[in-house]
């Protein structure tokens, strides 16, 4: 005779024991980690004006190109020394925080926005809706993604503004990818069968049964696409296409550093670490958040 261990009806109650709940938080501690990462950048985001010890601005040139506080020759007053004009490094470092987040959030809510958008209508309604929106996805995935970038903020001019563009206008055909298959699978099953024999409208079946369940696939790809905003847009600020100077971007300061890379590597190393560190943080929990919201990937 069989009998029930404390686990077991702990289990059959719906409770997690404590040594399931550490399971569960070890196989997501890198996600734990991308999440600290992550915080600390939005925190750093918001209070930039109290974190930064001086000016990004504010140029000194008597002290221009000091090393870092912690190398011969560095100054307490610069912890991570100064440029070629003599601007803090720390405090451009903190204040390009903010450039980076705003690009990264604004051009993934663009994306989804388009993306999303486009791949509801091609997947429930099909026919020539679906053929005109699949011809537009060919041509965007097949056309070099970084040189149509370059292109577009080549014509609309440098700015903030124009790069989100830019990064938005090009970047929905992933989420516009997803969200066609999906919608497709989704209007085949029974809840939409029931949903429209009922005389439901079909907005209201798109917004209300249908984009609710693409929230997670929606969310997992919006993580990986914040970091890659945020990659690109140092990428065409360092070719001098996006944020412009003296404008605190990391992708600016990247460029601003190449010139004394050899000599001075600390100019570059930083603003790189900085682009390293919140990539590696945003993947780090988009994959957690795929392990959670996906049931085929979640571990007892």
Not at 23 to 49: D, H, N, Y
Not at 54 to 59: C, F, L, S, T
Not at 150 to 168: E, H, K, R, T, Y
Not at 176 to 192: A, C, P, Q, S, W
């Amino acid at each position: 005779m069989e009998t029930s261990t404390g686990t077991d009806i702990e289990r059959e109650a719906g409770g997690a024991s404590p040594r399931t709940w550490l399971k569960r938080s070890w196989q997501l501690r890198m996600g734990i980690l991308g999440g600290v990462v992550i915080a600390g950048l939005i925190l750093t985001a918001i209070f930039a004006p109290l974190l930064a010890p001086r000016d990004p601005y504010e140029q000194n040139i008597a002290e221009r190109l000091l090393p870092p506080s912690f190398f011969d020759g560095g100054q307490s007053a610069y912890p991570l020394g100064t440029d070629q004009l003599g601007r803090d490094l720390l405090s451009r470092l903190i204040y390009g925080s903010r450039i980076s987040l705003l690009v990264g959030l604004s051009a993934v809510c663009l994306e989804v926005i388009i993306g999303v958008l486009l791949g509801l209508l091609a997947g429930f309604y099909g026919r020539w809706i679906d053929s005109v929106i699949s011809f537009a996805l060919n041509v965007m995935v097949s056309f070099p993604f970084i040189l149509l970038a370059m292109s577009l903020v080549a014509v609309l001019g440098p700015s903030l503004q124009n790069i989100i563009i830019a990064l938005g206008c090009t970047g929905w055909p992933v989420f516009t990818r997803v969200t066609r298959v999906e919608t497709m699978k989704l209007k085949e099953r029974d809840f939409i069968h029931a949903a429209t024999s009922l005389g439901f409208g079909t907005r209201r079946i798109l917004l209300n049964h249908i984009l609710p369940n693409l929230m997670p696939a929606i969310l997992v790809i919006a993580t990986v696409e914040i970091s890659r905003a945020i990659i690109l847009e140092s990428l065409l600020s360092f070719l001098g296409l996006g944020i412009q100077p003296p404008t605190p971007s990391w992708g600016v300061m990247l460029a601003e550093g190449r010139d004394h890379m050899l000599m001075l590597w600390w100019l570059a190393a930083f603003p790189g670490a900085a682009i390293f560190l919140s990539s590696l943080g945003i993947n780090l929990l988009g994959d957690a958040v795929r392990d959670i919201v996906d049931p085929y990937l979640r571990k007892g």
